[in-house]
């Protein structure tokens, strides 16, 4: 029951993703969060880092939007100066939100990645959908909000279960 917040993959930072291996199982696409996933979620604008990384993903092949559930003001702010598409109050793990970045990028959900720090909506919407799930851990952690916070105590419950699976 737990297994659909389970990801396909996880990594420490987006940084560590082998984007050829990615291209090897079909993928084309990447339905990225923002949030603690690409940047710290206080974080106004994207870091040099990033924006070299955002570059190197598009010139790779890769169709790239990002998929928010923070509001329009935060993730228009952070978006518009990357010249990449966004969807903002998404409602992860909602289908629609999925269905709609589909759309967006124009790709089947097999052909796609999503990148998330959260099992609750990133993971379980993703996975659900039948799209290729990366877990990346949190940037920054103490800068979550309320509902996120809950959203973390539910994560360590499949945590647990996951570990008790893989020593079965
Ligand atoms: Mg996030």
Request: no cysteine; charged share 25%; net charge positive.
């Amino acid at each position: 029951m737990l297994q659909k917040f389970v990801p396909r993959q996880q990594v420490a930072t987006i940084y560590e993703i082998v984007l050829a291996e990615l291209w090897d199982k079909g993928i084309r696409g990447i339905i990225t969060d923002l949030d603690n996933t690409l940047v710290g979620a206080k974080e106004p604008l994207a870091t040099p880092e990033l924006v070299e990384w955002l570059k190197h993903v598009q010139a790779a092949g890769f169709k790239v939007v990002i998929v928010s559930n923070n509001k329009e003001a935060r993730v228009s702010r952070f978006a518009s100066p990357l010249g990449i598409p966004f969807l903002f109050a998404a409602r992860k793990p909602s289908n629609l939100a999925f269905r709609r970045a589909l759309q967006v990028i124009g790709l089947d959900a097999e052909q796609t990645a999503v990148l998330g720090d959260q099992m609750m909506t990133d993971v379980l919407g993703g996975n659900r959908m039948g799209l290729h799930t990366i877990l990346v851990q949190p940037i920054s952690p103490a800068d979550e909000g309320f509902f996120t916070r809950i959203n973390r105590r539910l994560e360590k419950i499949v945590i647990r279960w996951m570990k008790k699976q893989s020593s079965k």
